[in-house]
């Protein structure tokens, strides 16, 4: 089973833009769906993205639509979360998770693999 190790968390000012990364070990990871999720302080983890193995069919949550895109390499064993035109409300803990399947999922419950988590914050 692969390994997830998440990078590109940082401090951003509203409107600006950051690139997460999730970097997966094994050579078996084009068979993992992705799917991305965020955890405001306090606040329950909810999904963000999500994407197939194939890399072809893609889903985002309607509060990112239109600034955040999901997208992967699989000859680098990497899906990338783009984050543009941040707001304070995009401040979280995002975790990555992946699971060996065909199908886009987007629920929690879904996903047996998780990254660490990395923190966004979003200044105003």
């Known amino acids: 089973q692969a390994q997830l190790v998440e990078s590109g968390g940082g401090l951003v000012q509203a409107g600006g833009s950051l690139r997460l990364s999730c970097a997966a070990s094994g050579r078996t990871f084009s068979n993992y769906a992705v799917g991305w999720f965020r955890q405001a302080a306090g606040r329950e983890r909810v999904f963000v993205a999500a994407i197939r193995r194939g890399g072809g069919a893609t889903y985002v949550a309607d509060s990112v639509k239109g600034r955040f895109t999901i997208s992967r390499d699989n000859a680098k064993n990497t899906v990338y979360l783009q984050m543009n035109s941040l707001k304070p409300e995009d401040t979280a803990v995002y975790y990555c998770?992946?699971?060996?399947?065909?199908?886009?999922?987007?629920?929690?419950?879904?996903?047996?693999?998780w990254g660490q988590g990395t923190q966004v914050t979003v200044s105003s």
């Open positions: 998770a992946a699971e060996l399947s065909s199908r886009l999922l987007v629920g929690i419950h879904e996903y047996d693999l």
